[in-house]
C-alpha cells in the first residue's frame, strides 16, 4: 500500500527557505508511473497546488509560485523535496504530498509550516 | 480568487440529494475529462472521491457520483448521511498545471 510522509521544519523565519521531504512508501519511486506532487492549505482556506515531479526530473509548477519553487527527487532514498524560498507569512499553510495521477491519491498526513517575523 | 469556482456552502437533510457545482473554463473543466472531487474533514488530510470525472475510488461509496457538462462538473451525494458533512474540493487539469475549487461546506441539517 503506498503511503507518504512529510517531514521538515514546523517554523520557518519570513525571508528564508521553507524546506520539507517526502518519504515514500510502498512502491518504488524509480519504476513508479506517478508523479509526485506538493499541495498546501493556509489556515481556514482552501487548497492550492505548488507543483509536481516525475522520477526523471520533469517538473510543473504552479504560475504563481514557479520563481520560488524547486521540487526534486531522489529515487534512491524514495524521498522528494519541496524548496519555498523568500517566504512570508502567506506561505503559513500545512503542505501535503502526493502522489499524481491525473488526480491525487495518496495524500500524505499534512505538516504545518508556520512562517514568524 | 480559486480557479474554479463553487459554492461556499450547501445543505441537505439526512436521506435527501445534494449536488455540488465546479464551474471552470473551457481550458480546464471544459477541455479535460479529468476532474476529481476531495472530500476533507476539519484536520485530516483531503480523500479522493471522485476521479476522471465519473470514476470512484474502490471504498467510496456508490452514493457519491460525478458528472460534468461543458465547463462545470457536479458532485452528487445521494442519500444524505450525517457523515457527509465535511468540506469538498473539485480539481481539474489544466494542460501542465492543476487548478482547485475554493471548496464548500456541506452541512448535514
Known amino acids: 500500500q503506498l503511503q507518504l510522509q512529510e517531514s521538515g521544519p514546523g517554523l520557518v523565519k519570513s525571508s528564508e527557505t521553507l524546506s520539507l521531504t517526502c518519504t515514500v512508501s510502498?512502491?518504488?519511486?524509480?519504476?513508479?508511473?506517478?508523479?509526485w506532487g506538493w499541495i498546501r492549505q493556509p489556515p481556514g482556506k482552501g487548497l492550492e497546488w505548488i507543483g509536481s515531479i516525475y522520477s526523471t526530473g520533469s517538473t510543473h509548477y504552479s504560475p504563481s509560485l514557479k520563481s520560488r519553487v524547486t521540487i526534486s527527487v531522489d529515487t534512491s532514498n524514495n524521498k522528494f523535496s519541496l524548496k519555498l524560498t523568500s517566504v512570508s507569512a502567506a506561505d503559513t499553510a500545512v503542505y501535503y504530498c502526493?502522489?499524481?495521477?491525473?488526480?491525487?491519491?495518496?495524500w500524505g498526513q499534512g505538516t504545518l509550516v508556520t512562517v514568524s517575523s | 480568487q480559486s480557479a474554479l469556482t463553487q459554492p461556499a456552502s450547501v445543505s441537505g437533510s439526512p436521506g435527501q440529494s445534494i449536488t455540488i457545482s465546479c464551474t471552470g473554463t473551457?481550458?480546464?473543466?471544459?477541455?479535460?475529462?479529468?476532474v476529481s472531487w476531495y472530500q476533507q474533514y476539519p484536520g485530516n488530510a483531503p480523500k479522493l472521491m471522485i476521479y476522471?470525472?465519473?470514476k470512484r475510488p474502490s471504498g467510496v461509496s456508490n452514493r457519491f457520483s460525478g458528472s460534468k457538462s461543458g465547463n462545470t462538473a457536479s458532485l452528487t451525494i445521494s442519500g444524505l448521511q450525517a457523515e457527509d458533512e465535511a468540506d469538498y474540493y473539485c480539481c481539474s487539469y489544466a494542460a501542465s498545471r492543476t487548478v482547485f475549487g475554493g471548496g464548500t461546506r456541506l452541512t448535514v441539517l
Open positions: 473551457s481550458s480546464d473543466v471544459g477541455r479535460y475529462n479529468y
Open positions: 476522471d470525472v465519473t
Open positions: 510502498g512502491d518504488s519511486m524509480s519504476s513508479s508511473t506517478y508523479y
Open positions: 502526493v502522489a499524481v495521477d491525473w488526480f491525487f491519491d495518496p
